[in-house]
């Protein structure tokens, strides 16, 4: 959560939208809201960056090599998080066995690590910040997979041309953080021979409030970084003009996992 702006906060701020001013109705809808704000609070600054942050100062503002050993812990110790667990999931099951992998957003590459696992044979993951590279390298060694993983500092939207395609296409927390949406997922689905799946928070009136109280405290400090909660139809829309079918694998109640194939 933005500094200066508690879970309170936020739950009292959604419940007067959202209730009708009675008692019971109140707690409920800050009930629902401390939970949205938890489990996005969690994760808010796991999101990637958006376009304007390919100025390194605006990615490193979040994106510090501290974080990503504080990333790459959680990981050695609990695995992937439930969201990323789904994606490699909906992956295995479309079948990810010889194929190659391009990651938009990949920080350590721990998605790339568990479908490396799997039976893919190659991991590209894309970047806007060095800040993972020493940990996402120390994985990859840990993994024994160093030689099948390239890292690239790109913004594929801004300049897909200069990105090879692969079979699967993977963005885990990253269309949240990009303001142009189609841009960006049009760019992914033009890179994918076979998959492409993507995370994003779940559009509803909780998710919308939080993140513009996010944007207000970003706003205040003076930060160029924003969130966004896209419209989850319109993202698989922008996927099935590249020829894919599909979209939503799992409605979560913070976080929605979208799959498409060819």
Sequence with gaps: MARGAGRAEVAHAVATVAGDGRPGDRRAAESAVNYVAYEMSQHLCEYRARMSCCDPRGCDQFFSPRFARRVARRYRKRGLDRTAARIVAF????????????????????????LLGRGATRVVTLELTRAYDAEAARLAREAGVADRVERRIHDIAADPDAVGPADVVVLHRVVCCYPDYERLLGAAAGHARRAVVFSHPRRNLASRTFIALENLGFRVRGSDFRTFVHPPAAMAEVCRRSGFAGGLVHPGRVWQVQGLTR
């Excluded at 295995?92 to 957003?105: C, F, N, P, Q, Y």
Aim: charged letters at 20%; a negative charge.
């Design 91 to 114: 992956l295995e099951d479309a079948g990810v066995t010889g194929a190659s992998v391009l990651e938009i957003g990949g920080g350590v590459g721990e998605i790339g690590l568990e």
